[in-house]
């Protein structure tokens, strides 16, 4: 009995595991589409308004990210924020290493320069971003599946040995 119960446990656990994977791969692509759409909006924001970068960060937010960046700018310089803001939200959007190097070069001149620079730069961003985007809708289409069967079926294959 307790073995029936331990294998039906660790079939669950893998196919949990299977599930979680391909979430968070969706959850990247989600979270890459929210950032591209807020740096439109903050681009917007900076080319025809003239809010300081705090209200801009506020009314371009889709995911928390720019928010978060945002209350960061109280206490310490734009690119200090921003980077704070994306260390402490790369977790629950899922960002990759590769993605996190992306939006941290945004840092690196928002605040800083002439309003024509960092809309150069918000752009050049953007790009990047997009780009990323589409990597990761790629990775959601060609292993989201692969990862949900995989876990499923990894987790009938250790009932089938354990019973």
Do not use: H, P
């Not at 439109?40 to 928390?64: C, P, Q």
Request: charged fraction near 25%; glycine fraction near 8%.
């Amino acid at each position: 009995m307790i073995k029936a119960i331990g294998a039906v446990m660790t079939g669950f656990a893998c196919a949990y595991f299977g599930i979680k994977l391909s979430a968070s791969l969706r959850t990247r692509a989600v979270s890459l589409a929210d950032i591209c759409a807020s740096l439109e909006l903050l681009e917007s924001e900076i080319n025809f308004s003239v809010n300081k970068l705090k209200k801009a960060f506020i009314r371009a937010d889709r995911n928390g990210l720019f928010t978060l960046a945002a209350q960061n700018l109280e206490r310490m310089s734009a690119k200090k924020a921003w980077e704070d803001a994306l260390f402490d939200m790369q977790g629950k959007l899922c960002l990759s290493g590769a993605d996190v190097d992306v939006l941290n070069q945004l840092g690196q001149n928002i605040g800083k320069t002439d309003t024509e620079d960092q809309l150069k730069n918000i752009r050049y961003i953007k790009t990047l971003a997009m780009q990323q985007e589409k990597q990761a809708r790629a990775d959601y289409e060609r292993f989201g599946k692969l990862y949900r069967s995989g876990g499923v079926l990894t987790g009938l294959l250790a009932v089938i040995i354990l019973i």
